[in-house]
């Protein structure tokens, strides 16, 4: 699973320490549609999509859709939220300019790495 996380809801493990998070039915600061990420997460420019994706104005499937981007563009991961469902979603640039929120599925390697409360 992505990013250390065990099960969904239950443990994190940081080189840092564990944290134990239990009974918790949704992430603490879940973004509202309307919002970009801070450009935090500097991995090399040149990822790419599983498939051609809709991007989107906030990490949610009911936000809306800004503008599309097919399988071929390069993508410049800016970085990562959770949803109220725990489904994580990357903040990216593609290689034509266009930002957009991308659910992590739809990421060949699984989206950026760095959570955008690092920005």
């Known amino acids: 699973m992505k990013r250390g996380m065990i099960a969904r809801g239950m443990v994190l493990t940081t080189a840092a320490a564990t944290l134990a998070v239990v009974g918790q039915s949704s992430p603490a600061a879940a973004l509202p549609c309307g919002v970009s990420g801070p450009d935090v997460d500097q991995s090399a420019y040149g990822k790419k999509f599983t498939r051609s994706v809709s991007l989107r104005n906030g990490p949610d499937w009911q936000c ?15 970085c990562f939220v959770y949803d109220a469902n725990w489904e994580t979603w990357t903040y990216l640039r593609t290689a034509t300019t266009k930002y957009g929120w991308v659910w992590d599925g739809y990421l060949s390697d699984g989206g950026s790495q760095i959570h955008c409360s690092n920005g």
Request: net charge negative; hydrophobic share 25%; glycine share 0%.
């Open 64 to 78: 809306d859709v800004t503008d599309t981007a097919t399988i071929n563009n390069s993508v410049d991961y800016h």
